[in-house]
């Protein structure tokens, strides 16, 4: 089978080279792939969101199979696009996509099936945002409604920093994915990111992980896209995972269904635990990046045989198994990150990774310039490993993180802390 992938992180190095140890598998395309996935696929040079070419050569390349890594390109209509040119395609279309697209469309599927989530409304003037921001109370959390990158979710302390975000939101902070808001309640808890993929009617549980979004140990600065992650979370337990699956995995899928925008592709929830249960934050219409890389080092069967049932809306019957072992990942960011960075420069010492056991690197943004391989954005490598425990795991990333030689480049030093103090407790 010749399968095309479209995206250029280390989520999709993750899956490409899950999906390179496939024995279904022909040629695998990445566009447009980075200097990492270029060792297991062969990088076309088209971007993400330009919907014509990667439609035109998934023709005239004759794929069997695509998969969408990220989401600007679901919601953007990229499943339907392919489907309308006869090729099976994995990921929502652009209805079901707005799961992801819209923060206000899911509140309200929300609260018309029950199913669990933070108190809220939306609005489309500040006046009245700003009024249902004092009722619900300090801290309350403020949301542009469509894409913004992970970067359109303001947590307020305050009457001011509350205003303030209402306001540079109505302004065009977000461009148009801030003309309206989302203004809710504030959730305490633990957070965790949940995936499943559904063929549009069943749920195939894929694991649980927990993500470090802040940039700083200790959890502390601005929000990023992930700095490292670890899976599977002491958190999740048998009884847990039901519940998620009973009172907001299927509800969603059986809500979509009924109209008429069925769910096929992976589908992520951003939970939160709180005192009264696990309760949703947001759902992703894709695999979580870190948390991709550490679902597919403890993935043990073909990933290819169920992405291709979930597409063709027949997961029955389907089963992955799962390695009991832990993985953890450790990003590593160009300084500045997620401010501004420089670009392009060297990072040496790759090479030297083969004599680890079990640490793998994934690439998010490199490329080459001649022989060497320099960084080409923020988060650029996902530094992964296993392990007996979440404790073994990090060391593993760690001794291998510390031999890159990367002088512009940062990460956190504690990936998994709150698993390894639960570690501690428990021995
Ligand atoms: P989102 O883009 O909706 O995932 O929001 C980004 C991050 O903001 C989440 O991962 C949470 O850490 C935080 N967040 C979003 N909504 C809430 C909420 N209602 N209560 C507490 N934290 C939230
Ligand atoms: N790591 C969070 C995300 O992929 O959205």
Not at 157 to 178: K, L, R, T
């Amino acid at each position: 089978m010749d399968v095309l992938l479209v995206g250029s992180g280390a989520r999709e190095h993750a899956l490409a080279w899950k999906l390179r140890q496939s024995p279904l598998l022909g040629r695998l395309y990445c566009a447009p792939g980075n200097a990492g996935i270029a060792a297991v696929a062969e990088c076309v040079a088209i971007g993400a969101e330009d919907l014509d070419g990667l439609v035109e050569f998934a023709r005239t390349a004759r794929v069997d199979f695509v998969l969408v890594g990220p989401e600007a390109p679901l919601v953007g209509g990229l499943a339907d696009r392919m489907a309308a040119a006869g090729i099976l395609a994995l990921g929502p279309g652009a209805d079901a996509a707005q799961l992801e697209g819209s923060k206000g469309f899911v509140k309200d599927l929300c609260r018309s099936h029950n199913i669990p989530t933070a108190a809220y409304e939306r609005f489309r003037a500040p006046t009245p945002a700003k009024a249902y921001a004092a009722q619900l109370g300090y801290p309350v959390v403020i949301k542009a409604d469509g894409l913004a990158a992970g970067k359109g979710v303001v947590i307020a302390a305050n009457a001011a920093e509350a205003d303030a975000a209402i306001e540079a939101m109505f302004d065009g902070a977000f461009g148009a994915a801030g003309q309206q808001i989302v203004v809710e309640e504030f959730l305490d808890g633990e957070e965790l990111s949940f995936f499943v993929l559904s063929d549009g009617r069943q749920a195939l549980f894929l694991g649980a992980a927990q993500d470090h979004k802040r940039v700083g140990d200790g959890d502390v600065g601005p929000n990023t896209g992930g700095m490292g992650a670890y899976s599977p979370t002491p958190l999740i337990t048998p009884k847990l995972q039901d519940e998620i699956m009973g009172l907001i995995v299927h509800p969603t899928i059986a809500a979509m269904a009924a109209a008429g925008t069925p769910y096929r592709g992976v589908l992520f929830a951003g939970l939160m635990l709180t005192d009264e249960g696990p309760k949703l934050i947001e759902f992703n219409c894709r695999f979580g990046d870190p948390e991709c890389q550490v679902l597919m080092l403890r993935l043990t069967s073909d990933l290819l045989p169920a992405l291709v049932a979930a597409a063709r809306g027949d997961l029955k019957g389907m089963t992955l198994k799962w390695s009991p072992e832990v993985a953890l990942t450790v990003v590593m960011a160009a300084k500045g990150y997620p401010g501004a960075y420089a670009k392009g420069t060297v990072i040496r010492g790759l090479d030297r990774q083969g004599g680890l056991p079990d640490a793998l690197v994934f690439h998010a943004a490199t490329s080459k310039d001649g022989d060497q391989l320099v960084a080409n954005g923020g988060r650029v490598l996902s530094v992964s490993a296993r392990g007996k425990s979440v404790h073994e795991a990090q060391a593993r990333a760690y001794a291998a993180v510390d031999r890159i030689d990367w002088p512009q480049g940062f990460c956190r030093r504690d990936i998994g802390w709150r698993a390894v103090a639960r570690e501690r407790v428990r021995d």
